[in-house]
């Protein structure tokens, strides 16, 4: 199964969702993941939680998200990246252009975590916070300053010397303020 069909099979069972009697809304993910990505899902079990949950992904500001990944090279110094994208719709790749340019904007910040040396090669366990969304953000970043994620083919080593199914990348904590209570949740 895969996971909007597990979530809603959960709901059904805890007596959270009936659709037999709910006829015009399904749960649904409030935020994605790109393809090969790991990690937390946002799920709105009803109309209104998912209409303010979209809204606070919209509001870039109202959410906090943090990724774990591994990076080929040594990071040595964490890292603001601000840029703006393009995206080729046909081949889904993105390019980088300089903050003058036209496109959408985007904003990364990477920190090292852990640095290692294997076989000869060096990479660095990262830790990445985006403060924009945008469709492969994180991958096109770090390979734009020579730290491709990896695993990926797409903007990394396209021969994946590592034989991984994927980039190495992880959605690990998402935060933001409960709509309802103002609580933090995290």
Do not use: C
Not at 141 to 163: C, E, Q, R, W
Request: no cysteine.
């Amino acid at each position: 199964n895969h996971l909007p069909t597990q979530l809603i099979d959960y709901l059904i069972e805890n007596g959270d969702y009936n659709p037999r009697t709910e006829t015009t809304f399904v749960p649904a993910p409030a935020n994605r993941l790109d393809r090969n990505t790991t990690g937390l899902v946002i799920f709105g079990k009803n109309a209104a939680a998912l209409q303010k949950l979209n809204r606070i992904i919209r509001e870039k500001d109202q959410i906090h998200k943090l990724y774990l990944t591994i990076v080929a090279g040594d990071l040595e110094r964490p890292v603001r990246l601000r840029a703006k994208m393009t995206k080729d719709e046909t081949k889904n790749m993105v390019s980088v252009l300089s903050e003058e340019g036209e496109g959408k904007f985007m904003e990364t910040v990477a920190r090292p975590l852990l640095h290692a040396s294997w076989k000869g090669r060096e990479y660095t366990l990262t830790e990445v916070e985006i403060l924009t969304g945008r469709t492969h953000q994180i991958r096109v970043h770090m390979a734009s300053i020579g730290h491709p994620l990896l695993g990926d083919t797409v903007y990394g080593n396209a021969k994946n010397p590592y034989k991984l199914n994927g980039q190495t990348l992880h959605a690990m904590t998402i935060g933001f303020i409960h709509p309802t209570t103002g609580e933090y949740l995290e």
